[in-house]
């Protein structure tokens, strides 16, 4: 079965340290999403992506990046951990412009 | 801005005590309203999408409905197993090839045996 992986589901680091969390899917998806999700939040956009070499900035996207090589992965990276960013972190994709999300399982990113 | 707001933040219901969940939005151009459930520990799943004023939506115990201003997510007889949290998110708006959807808070329902 078609699927979208998130790795790791927890991670644990210090201030300054750079992290990447992964994200894979197998739906051939074209549109990609990374949310974080903080009590008293929701759910918040940090970063897109309509397609390869395609990314966009969402509304909380300052201290991350991503890229898009290929179809199935857009990887999350922190340049330089903060304490504010630890947070519990969503992938989600989408095969049409209008359709619903399929989210992953979540990673748990503690910065200390 | 878009703005999307859920209420109540937490609901406590006893099985079978049917009630309802309100997601309100202000969006110019609706191009769908989400229903997603999310247990702890979990991604968020896809319930419903309405896309237009009057639609309706059934599965199970659970009923959407959506008017110009604001979706219910009824919840008849409820079960222990329906515990969890309901996320609305709406989408409006074409963003460089897209549409971006944009979450309300949730509402957390605890149901009781």
Known sequence: DAEITQSPRHKITETGRQVTLACH????????????????????????????????????????????????????TLESAASS?????????????TGELFFGEGSRLTVL | EDQVTQSPEALRL?????????????VSGLRGLFW????????????????????EKEKERLKATLTKKESFL???????EDSATYLCAVQAGFTGGSYIPTFGRGTSLIVHP
């Open chain 1, 85 to 97: 960013q630890t947070s519990v972190y969503f992938c989600a994709s989408r095969g049409t412009n």
């Open chain 2, 74 to 80: 009824h919840i008849t007889a409820p079960k222990p």
């Open chain 2, 36 to 55: 997603y459930r999310q247990d702890p520990g979990k991604g968020p799943e896809f319930l419903f999408t309405l896309y237009s004023a009057g639609e």
């Open chain 2, 14 to 26: 006893q099985e079978g005590e049917s009630s309802s969940l309100n997601c309100s939005y202000t």
């Open chain 1, 25 to 76: 899917q197998t739906w051939n998806h074209n549109n990609m999403f990374w949310y974080r999700q903080d009590l008293g939040h929701g759910l918040r956009l940090i970063h897109y992506s309509y397609g390869v070499q395609d990314t966009n900035k969402g509304e909380v996207s300052d201290g991350y990046s991503v890229s898009r090589s290929n179809t199935e992965d857009l990887p999350l």
